[in-house]
């Protein structure tokens, strides 16, 4: 047996023990006590599950758009495998890393809903007391397969696939978990400094855009980086659109109800993504640059990204603040990655790290208790600073624990399957490649 079919052959032997894992454990529910749920507040949060899970395909055109002709497939195929690979890995263990017993407030106990034990019968989540705790769950996993998927774009057209696989489940276990765990478990250590995050700009956006930076160095230059076409603009219009939609459920779902703060989170949502599309542009055409489809797009999702932690804290002038803001530093970061000798491909880093960097800290500058009663000090433009100063602490803890655990990660991938493809195979294009399969 070669090599190659040895390798081949142990993440299947792992899939047929999670498969035996699974016929020993159905987690048959055995608490009968019926919670008082809210029938719209279900409704809504199904609805907001699955406008979610739509933005992982959208991400998926969007990218695929962007990368050239020969890669379209491997890119998409990226996003679309998340869907498949980190739904496994939280009903087995995942969800308990994120959400279980906490262990130091920086990761959950593997063990609390090991097999999803537990979970079918468990009292509602303190902060969706409305809704079946499943359903809590099921939400919070469509946040785990998009992280990983916005990675892709810092890499793309030049890694393994299979190895690729490798590294979004470390990614999955050993950087975003204890990160989510530590900002939305009550006994996270950064939710108990105070910082807020109401739909993921540290745990999603930070996580995938600061690795996405460490992926850039490490693998270094893809061939011919500095000659890029796009394949498809219209791919990226299409992506755009469905990133936008789905974006609805992946910050006004986070309020987990049909109220008035959904709606409050629904508003600065739409606030911030167009005024960071429109500043984009306008940015790009004062320095005489034409208005393009392609800037347009980056604009809003900029904006989208940069609004996520502050979409339930803030006013909704203020998103438009905090749009503009972030559309412009976002410009000109890409502008120096452009000049630079690191090949994040599609620009991960300038605008989802970035992005969630800018919006983490504006949320410590423009958060009231008048939007949320969760916000116990207000930000400093109210002339408050605790929740600033424990916003720019968190920024660089966090920062600093998603690089570091990335360089490493990515060296145990390098070491175990390598995750550079050869140089014949980046000319060949990854489509052919690694799938057998062309447009």
């Known amino acids: 047996m070669s090599t190659s079919q040895k390798k081949s052959l142990f993440p299947f032997v792992i899939m047929v023990i999670i498969v035996i894992a699974a016929f020993f454990n159905p987690s048959l529910p055995s608490n009968t006590t019926a919670y008082d749920y809210n029938a719209s507040d279900v409704a ?3 609805t ?3 406008l979610v899970l739509i933005m992982t395909p959208g991400l998926a ?6 990368v050239k002709k020969k890669n379209v497939i491997s890119t998409m195929l990226q996003s679309f495998i998340c869907m498949a690979v980190v739904a496994v890995i939280w009903i087995v263990f995942g969800f308990s890393l994120v959400f279980g017993d906490t262990v130091g ?4 106990n593997p063990m609390t809903f090991f097999m999803f034990d537990g979970v079918l019968d468990h009292k509602p989540w303190d902060g969706a007391p409305t809704i079946p705790f499943a359903l809590f769950a099921m939400y919070q996993l469509k946040f785990a397969i998009i992280t990983p998927a916005l990675i892709t774009g810092a890499f793309a057209e030049r890694i393994r696939f299979t190895s690729y696989i490798l590294f979004i489940c470390l990614f999955f276990i050993f950087i975003y978990a204890p990160l989510a765990h530590a900002t939305w478990h009550s006994d996270g250590v950064l939710f108990k400094m105070g910082v807020l995050d109401f739909a993921g700009g540290t745990v999603v956006h930070m996580s995938a855009g600061l690795t996405a930076l460490a992926s850039a160095i490490y693998l270094k230059q893809g061939k011919g980086c500095k000659e890029h076409t796009p394949a498809r603009i219209t791919y990226v219009l299409l992506g755009t659109g469905l990133l936008w939609f789905g974006w609805f459920g992946f910050n006004a779902g986070s309020a987990f109800g049909a109220t008035a703060l959904a709606a409050t989170a ?6 911030a993504s167009g005024a960071a599309a429109v500043m984009y542009i306008l940015f790009d055409a004062a320095r005489g640059t034409k208005p393009s489809a392609m800037g347009t797009c980056i604009g809003v999702v900029v904006g989208l990204v940069a609004i996520t932690p502050a979409a339930g804290f803030v006013t909704v002038p203020h998103s438009i603040v905090i749009g503009a803001i972030a559309a412009i530093i976002s410009r000109l970061l890409i502008d120096w990655r452009t000049k630079s000798n690191i090949d994040d491909t599609l620009d991960v880093f300038p605008s989802h790290g970035v992005g969630g960097m800018v919006g983490m800290i504006l949320t410590g500058v423009f958060a009231h208790s008048a939007i949320n009663g969760a916000v116990e000090t207000n930000g400093l433009y109210y002339g408050e600073t605790g929740l600033f100063t424990a916003h720019f602490i968190g920024l660089i803890g966090a920062s ?4 570091v655990l990335a360089f490493v990660l990515l060296k145990v991938t390098d070491l ?3 995750l550079r493809v050869s140089e014949h195979e980046e000319e060949e294009g990854l489509d052919l490649s690694q799938h057998g399969e062309k447009l």
């Open 44 to 46: 809504w949060m199904l």
């Open 266 to 271: 629904l508003a600065t949502t739409t606030a």
């Open 105 to 108: 407030g920086i990761i959950g």
């Open 400 to 403: 600093v624990f998603i690089l």
């Open 416 to 418: 175990i399957t390598p």
């Open 61 to 66: 055109y969007f990218y695929g758009g962007m």
């Open 48 to 50: 907001s599950t699955a």
